[in-house]
C-alpha cells in the first residue's frame, strides 16, 4: 500500500514493548489467567464528587462552545489556590498557569513551542517516552541523562558535557518518578535551579505523581527561590484523581514559556472542555476528600505487598516513598526483557522490562500498582514460586 509518512516518524525509537505486548495478548487470547501490572492507568473510577459536578457542568449551554485561551479564570485561580496551599508558592492565574489536555499534549507541544532545529534537550533515561518524541518532532536533539540506582535515580549533573551544556534548551525532570518512584529532594531541585541559570537552560519538571506520596509530600521546584525565572512545572489530574480519559493537566511557572506553549495551543486546539475544568475545580477542591485519601492507602497496601513480598522470595526491592511503581531490581544472573518473559510464561503476570525505557532501565522491571489487593496477592504469591 502507497504510504505518505512524513520522514520524521522514522527518527522517534522504536517500541521496545511490543514482544511482551505480544505476549500478552497470546496469553489472554489462550484462556489464561492474566495478571496486568503493565499499565500505569488507575483501576479505580474517578470518585463521585467528580463526575457529579461533570454531570451539572454538562447541562449548561455556555460550557458547550469553544474554550478558547489557557483555560477559565475560575479553574486557574482554583489551581493557584490549591497551589499556595500545597507549597506555599504564589502563581499569578492570568500569566503563570495554562490550562492543557492532559500533560501529555503539554509536554510534547513545549518541544513546538521552544525548541529549535539543533538544540540539545536533556532527558532523563529510564523516563516518559514523550520527552523523546516531542524533541524528535521539533527537530532538536536528545542528550540522555542516565538516572542509577547509586545516584538516588538522580541525573548527574557533572557528567552533562560542556558543549551540551552550551547547546541545551531545556532539562526535563520528572519527580516523584515514573518508572523509578523515586522522590527528587530540594536540595536537587536547588542544584538544578543554579545549573539553569548558568547555562541559560529551562527546566520542565513533569509533576503527575506529586499528590500520590506515603511519607512527606515530595518538594515542587517552584519552591525554589526564583525558579519561575527559569523553571515550568507540569501537573496532572490524571492519577491523583482518576482522570486519564478525561485529559485535564495545567503547566505553571515562567510566564514568557507558557506564553510560547499557549500559542503553539491556540494554533493547534481549542482548549479543555469547559464542563471538565468545572470538574477539575472540584476535584482541586477535593484534593484531601477521604475518596482520594482512601485511594492512597489502597496504593500503600498494594506496594507493601508487592515489596515484601518480593524480598520474601529473594528479589532485592526498595520501597518506593511515592508513585503507584515498584521499580524491583531483577535477579542476580538475569536481564529484564528475560525476567518479564518468565514472569508472564510461567506466573501468567505483566511486568514491563526495564529495557523498554532505554538501556539506562536495563537489570530492573516496573510493576504499577493498578490491580487489586486481591489480585496483587495472587501475582505475587505465583511470581515467589519461581527459581531463578
Ligand atoms: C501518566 C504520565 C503522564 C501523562 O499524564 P496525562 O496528564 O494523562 O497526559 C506524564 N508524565 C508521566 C511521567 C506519566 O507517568
Not at 518508572?179 to 529551562?202: E, H, K
Not at 505553571?252 to 472542555?273: M, R
Not at 528475560?338 to 508472564?344: D, E
Request: charge should be negative; aromatic fraction near 10%.
Amino acid at each position: 500500500m502507497k504510504s505518505w509518512r512524513a520522514e520524521r516518524l522514522t527518527q522517534l525509537p522504536p517500541y521496545l514493548f511490543v514482544e511482551i505486548d505480544r505476549r500478552k495478548k497470546e496469553a489472554i487470547a489462550a484462556g489464561r489467567d492474566v495478571i496486568d501490572f503493565g499499565v500505569g492507568d488507575p483501576l479505580r473510577p474517578t470518585p463521585t464528587f467528580i463526575v457529579d459536578r461533570m454531570a451539572e457542568a454538562i447541562r449548561k449551554a455556555v460550557n458547550h462552545r469553544y474554550a478558547l485561551g489557557t483555560g477559565m479564570p475560575e479553574f486557574r485561580r482554583a489551581f493557584v489556590d490549591f497551589f499556595r496551599g500545597r507549597y506555599d508558592v504564589s502563581l499569578d492565574p492570568d500569566s503563570e498557569v495554562v490550562a492543557l489536555l492532559g500533560s501529555k499534549e503539554g509536554i510534547g507541544h513545549l518541544a513546538t513551542a521552544i525548541v529549535n532545529p539543533g538544540d540539545a534537550v536533556l532527558i532523563p533515561e529510564p523516563g516518559y517516552p514523550v520527552y523523546v518524541s516531542g524533541t524528535v518532532f521539533a527537530g532538536g536533539t536528545c542528550h540522555t541523562m542516565p538516572l542509577t540506582e547509586a545516584n538516588g535515580w538522580l541525573p548527574d549533573l557533572e557528567k552533562i558535557p560542556e558543549d551540551v551544556r552550551r547547546r541545551a534548551r531545556v532539562m526535563w525532570l520528572n519527580y516523584p518518578n515514573n518508572p523509578t518512584g523515586a522522590v527528587a529532594p530540594m536540595s536537587f531541585f536547588s542544584r538544578c535551579v543554579d545549573f539553569a541559570r548558568q547555562y541559560d537552560i529551562l527546566i520542565a519538571q513533569d509533576a503527575p505523581y506529586c499528590e500520590l506520596f506515603y511519607g512527606d509530600p515530595p518538594p515542587s521546584i517552584l519552591q525554589v527561590d526564583g525558579a519561575k525565572d527559569t523553571a515550568i512545572e507540569f501537573h496532572s489530574f490524571s492519577k491523583t484523581f482518576n482522570m486519564t480519559g478525561w485529559r485535564l493537566a495545567v503547566a505553571v511557572g515562567h510566564p514568557d514559556t507558557l506564553a510560547a506553549l499557549a500559542k503553539v495551543k491556540s494554533n493547534l486546539d481549542s482548549g479543555v472542555f469547559r464542563a471538565v475544568q468545572e470538574a477539575g475545580i472540584a476535584a482541586l477542591e477535593g484534593v484531601d476528600h477521604p475518596e482520594i485519601r482512601d485511594q492512597i492507602d489502597i496504593y500503600r497496601r498494594c506496594r507493601d505487598i508487592v515489596v515484601d513480598g518480593l524480598c520474601e522470595a529473594g528479589w532485592p526491592v526498595t520501597r518506593p516513598e511515592a508513585t503507584f511503581y515498584v521499580w524491583a531490581k531483577c535477579p542476580p544472573g538475569t536481564d529484564s526483557m528475560t525476567v518479564a518473559a518468565r514472569v508472564l510464561d510461567e506466573a501468567d503476570v505483566v511486568v514491563i522490562p526495564g529495557a523498554g525505557f532505554g538501556p539506562a532501565g536495563e537489570g530492573f522491571v516496573r510493576f504499577a500498582l493498578t490491580v487489586s489487593e486481591e489480585r496483587t496477592r495472587e501475582a505475587i504469591s505465583r511470581i515467589a514460586k519461581l527459581r531463578w
